[in-house]
């Protein structure tokens, strides 16, 4: 390889025994032609480009000239080397006019157009191009700036938006400078999953972004492209090609989770490759072609079943990569004869550095498979073999929900309300954002009287109390972000008054009802629990894997989607077990954003079982009633036995649960945990014991004892060092309550729960039975492919042998023998998945087992759905459809969980699906499903003394439900849910579009034929 430096620049740059003609260099009879490396040195002996480089060289056709940075910046163009063939392009201190002079100077043939890098230096120009394309880029708005700072009235900016020229982009959304080379991209995450800021940039070390909670506004130093927010799982595709026919792709784990590069042992980043829908590979050709860019890569965003180009970096290599080295060097090699001396082409000699590269490291993976251990529990290359894992999980330990109910009428309140309500007098207003919520707290602050105020009437203290507990829960934490608080105010009563100068009338509301809801927020407790839940779940649901998880998922083999209601603190729970499960770092607001989906439809919401639900109630507050009863007699008669006739009270356990011993003026030392409080700590308790027994009808409200155990067992837990008395005994009595009627609220027998439980899970229910089919068909499929495949394994190493031209045509043996086509260029297009699989690209992945792959679901909710899909799995077989048939649960399953009383935070249902590879496809037992169960933290914080220094009750481990050897297959599991579950043509038709699946069995079967 020679160098225009050291070989000096007057005469063209003509090395030892070579004589310049024209360009073309000849030696020993050989015509050559000259490729000329007009890149910056750090470039041009850049690993990758060395590869490429040395390989063009041996191929024997080519003599490669580098330029070097003195003649690039130094030398007048007319004394550069000549050359036939141009590789330039642009980077830092690159004299990218100085470089276009030449080429009209000298005429070379341009790998990578040079006029064209000017639209890549600019983000606003690429996207423009790509739309002119036809190309998908995701929703955009452009904000321009002449000057730093300058305003511009175009701009709006909102606390969960910004609106340019009209057009409105939500948070999450991205900022980027427009300027292509400044790699400073910021994400901003709305309020509701907690705001802040992240910032991504080049690699440090091993970070590739920082988050900040505090920051919130965007940038208006310069200009920049705003755009939404693609969540993508987790994880970033690049690709490269190389002419319009060749593109490479490969996946990383995405700066925007965490923000830790994942490195091997060499220090390396850790890139997978992976196949490329047909699409995508449409795309990658069209990008090539519309910037002129033959070497040329760019950022692929896999987002909800599409695909978005976001980014476009003009040449760029894969590194590390022997077999990428290969097919660049072929196809610049084909591309560069075929534009200087396409005679030379049918002529070339087979060359052996392809094959050897590609030979060295094809065994290299050989060995590692026969190397690798194997185990009988499970692990690949067994008779069975995991292949899906779905669990419901509740949410972990939050504070206690509460509510407040006001009558306002001051006209502050009511104005407010008319500006949230769109100035509709009827209509409710809700208050949640920031802004919102700020405005409430501006006006509670000016009408909340003065403590040592006396000239009040009772029900004027009575409201100023509320207004002091309204202002406590809109002040506490000092800010908005992260703690759950919610404002309706809906209008009672109205007047007609004139309309001021108008002379018309108009409604005006003179009352209106205040609901304030706050708390329940997940605590630092169940952020712990749910995050040490995911990694303990990575170790165990995974037979063989551990920590192989990690790479099972980096390589898209682990299809992993995980889902949660609206709740903010199931959302956060499920971000805290994503942490866990994936080893990730950091905040919990970025995970949440870029790995969890929210389905209300699915794990919201008791509205389709409200009228069942209440009916449990009744019946349950009737026996309940009748039992207190005869306690108050039996109590009382013992009263009357055992003591003189004094006027003792009446007492029940009802009612001592109702007014606890707390003294609330004893609490002496120490704050509350977390941002409660000791006014809202003391309202809480307030409210329960007026809530609990109303005086006047002489009746105690049930429906309450969930709220007393809650806070009981909160206050134990977190405020143990309060040393407050009668605590312990209040949380014995509120257990055994609770006991009785947290479970019968959903069905007071096994037929009434199945009705409940059907109306509140059935979505749920079809969407596990979905999950289950698909993997079936499709692991059904692969194992299809491999046995037809293995079968005719001869004829397939025949024909992989066999030469083939890059571009399809007939001649040229040497050439398409140094890339082969992958089998999923050979199958038809049009075969599609019911859901978008991404694969692992075996040809290229230094993998053992590349056809491997499982298939997880996480679906995070909260109590009732958890009731509700447990009553189906234990009760199914109950159905009068289907009497006679076995229950999915073992007898002594079932005793076990009859003794359960409480389904406490992360409870959680795993169903794991397994293969028997040893039995014939068509054979029912070929899929297994094992059931499994934990009833979360339920451990009496009076009994887990050793966890309260942290507040955290361990997570019980998932058992399994089955008796040993029996056998439940998949088809018994749909037969006995089938009924209480959504029928798979009811769910909404998916917007995933058909021509992006079916890589997997495509990418498979080139595999198992190249073997």
């Keep these: 390889m020679g160098s225009a430096e050291r070989e000096g620049a007057g005469g063209g740059g003509e090395a030892e025994g070579v004589r310049e003609n024209g360009g073309m260099k000849q030696q020993e009879g050989i015509r050559k032609l000259v490729v000329g490396v007009c890149v910056m040195e750090k470039k041009a002996l850049s690993g990758p480009m060395t590869q490429i480089l040395n390989r063009l060289q041996q191929f024997g056709e080519f003599e490669i000239v580098l330029f070097g940075d003195r003649v690039i910046l130094s030398d007048p163009i007319e004394t550069w080397p000549i050359c036939d063939c141009l590789i330039a392009f642009s980077s830092s201190g690159y004299p990218l006019a100085k ?32 739309e002119e394309c036809g190309i998908p880029v995701p929703p955009y708005a452009t904000v321009n700036r002449e000057f730093p700072y300058q305003d511009v009235d175009y701009l ?93 792709a490969e996946a990383r784990k995405s700066p925007v989770v965490d923000g830790v590069v994942m490195r091997s042992a060499d220090g390396k980043e ?86 050897q590269s590609r030979d060295l490291e094809h065994e290299k993976v050989k060995d590692v498979m026969k190397l690798a251990p194997t185990t009988s529990n499970g692990t690949f290359g067994q008779s069975e073999e995991l292949r899906c894992v779905i669990a419901v999980l509740r949410h972990g330990d939050r504070t206690p929900k509460a509510k407040l109910k006001m009558k306002v009428t001051q006209d502050k ?100 009802l205040m609901l304030l809801k706050y708390g329940g927020v997940l605590t630092h407790a169940g952020r712990k629990q749910a995050e040490e839940l995911g990694r303990s779940f990575r170790n165990y649901m995974y037979p063989g894997e551990g920590p192989g998880l990690l790479r099972l998922h980096s390589t898209y083999r682990h299809d992993l989607k995980i889902y949660s209601s609206d709740e903010g603190r199931v959302q956060m729970s499920a971000a805290a077990f994503a942490k866990g499960l994936l080893d990730l770092e950091g905040e919990l607001t970025p995970i949440m954003v870029s790995l969890v989906g929210k389905d209300s439809s699915m794990l919201d919401g008791l509205d389709t079982a409200s009228q069942e639900m209440d009916q449990a109630k009744v019946n349950l507050t009737r026996k309940v009633m009748e ?54 700590m003391s309202a809480r308790w307030k409210k329960l014991e007026h809530d609990i027994y109303s005086e006047r009808r002489n009746r105690y409200d049930i429906s309450k004892v969930p709220d007393i155990y809650d806070s009981a067992k909160y206050d134990l837990l977190h405020n143990a060092h309060l040393k407050i008395k009668g605590l312990d005994e209040l949380y014995k009595v509120a257990k055994v309550l609770a006991d009785g009627v947290i479970p019968n609220e959903y069905g007071i027998n096994p037929k009434h729960k199945l009705i409940i439980g059907a109306k509140i899970a059935h979505r749920l229910m079809g969407k596990i039975l979905i999950d289950l089919r698909n993997t079936k068909e499709e692991t059904l499929s692969v194992a299809e492919l491999k046995k037809n495949d293995e079968e005719n394994d001869d004829a397939a190493a025949a024909m992989l042998r066999s030469p083939k031209k890059l571009d399809g045509s007939k001649g040229s043996p040497r050439v398409g023998s140094r890339r082969q086509q992958s089998a999923a260029e050979n199958v038809n297009d049009d075969d599609t998945e019911k859901e978008t699989q991404y694969r692992l690209d075996p040809k290229y992945a230094n993998v053992r087992t590349p056809e491997r792959h499982v298939r997880t679901r996480l679906y995070f909710t909260s109590e009732s759905h958890i009731h509700s899909l447990i009553n189906i799995l234990w009760y199914c077989h109950l159905d009068d459809s289907l009497k006679g048939e076995p229950g999915l649960v073992s007898n002594e399953g079932l005793q076990r969980i009859s003794e359960i009383k409480e389904l406490d935070y992360l409870t959680h249902i795993v169903l794991r699906m397994f293969e028997n590879t ?79 699946s079916g890589l997997f069995m495509k990418g498979v079967r080139w595999w198992h034929r190249r073997r």
């Design 918 to 996: 040893a039995v014939p496809l068509e054979d029912p037992k070929r899929f297994r499903i094992e059931l499994m169960f934990s009833n979360g933290a339920a451990l009496s914080p009076l009994e887990a003394t050793p966890r309260n220094q942290d507040h955290t009750l361990p997570v019980l481990l998932a058992v399994t439900l089955q008796e040993d050897g029996r056998y439940l297959t998949l088809d018994q599991l749909e037969k006995l849910v089938r009924p209480f579950a959504m029928r798979a043509e009811d769910f909404p038709p998916s917007t995933t579009p058909h021509e992006l």
């Design 627 to 680: 039992q207190v009863t005869k306690l108050c007699e039996v109590e009382e008669e013992r009263l009357a036995f055992s003591t003189s006739n004094k006027g003792l009270p009446q007492y029940d356990q009802a009612y001592a649960l109702g007014k606890s011993t707390i003294d609330m003026q004893r609490i002496a030392a120490g704050l509350p945990c977390g941002s409660e409080s000791f006014l809202l």
């Design 270 to 355: 850790v890139r997978y490759p992976v196949l490329l829908t047909p699409v995508e590979k449409q795309m990658a050709r069209e990008v090539c072609m519309a910037f002129g860019q033959a070497v040329c890569g760019f950022d692929l965003l896999r987002s909800e079943g599409r695909s978005y180009v976001c980014d476009v970096n003009g040449w760029s290599f894969v590194k590390n990569s022997y077999k990428y080295y290969d097919d660049a060097a072929s196809v610049l090699q084909l591309m560069l004869l075929k534009a200087k001396a396409p005679h030379l082409i049918s002529v070339l000699p087979a060359p052996s550095l392809l094959s």
């Design 99 to 130: 470089v276009e002079a030449y080429a009209d100077l000298r005429k070379p043939y341009l790998v990578n157009e040079l006029k064209t890098q000017r639209i890549l230096q600019d983000r606003r120009k690429v996207y423009s191009l790509l």
């Design 156 to 248: 709006v900016e909102e606390e969960d938006y910004v609106e340019i020229c009209g057009k409105r982009i939500m948070k999450p959304f991205v900022e980027k400078p427009v300027d292509g080379d400044d790699h400073n991209v910021m994400i901003y995450y709305p309020s509701s999953a907690g705001g802040g800021r992240k910032d991504l940039f080049r690699k440090v070390g091993n970070r590739s972004s920082e988050f900040h909670p505090e920051l919130r506004r965007v940038r208006r130093e310069g200009s920049y492209i705003y755009e939404e927010f693609m969540p993508t799982g987790g994880t970033d595709v690049k690709v490269y090609t190389v002419g319009p026919e060749y593109a490479h």
């Design 413 to 512: 309140l009511l104005n407010l309300m008319m500006k949230y309500n769109g100035g509709r007098p009827r209509a409710e207003a809700k208050l949640k954002s920031a802004v919102q919520l700020q405005d409430l707290l501006d006006v509670t602050r000016q009408l909340t009287p003065d403590r040592r105020s006396t000239e009040f009437e009772v029900e004027d203290c009575e409201n100023a109390e509320k207004l002091r507990h309204v202002k406590a829960v809109l002040e506490e934490g000092g800010h908005f972000s992260g703690i759950y608080r919610k404002v309706q105010l809906k209008p009672q009563s109205w007047v007609k008054v004139i309309k001021e100068g108008e002379g018309t009338e108009e409604e005006r509301p003179t009352e209106a």
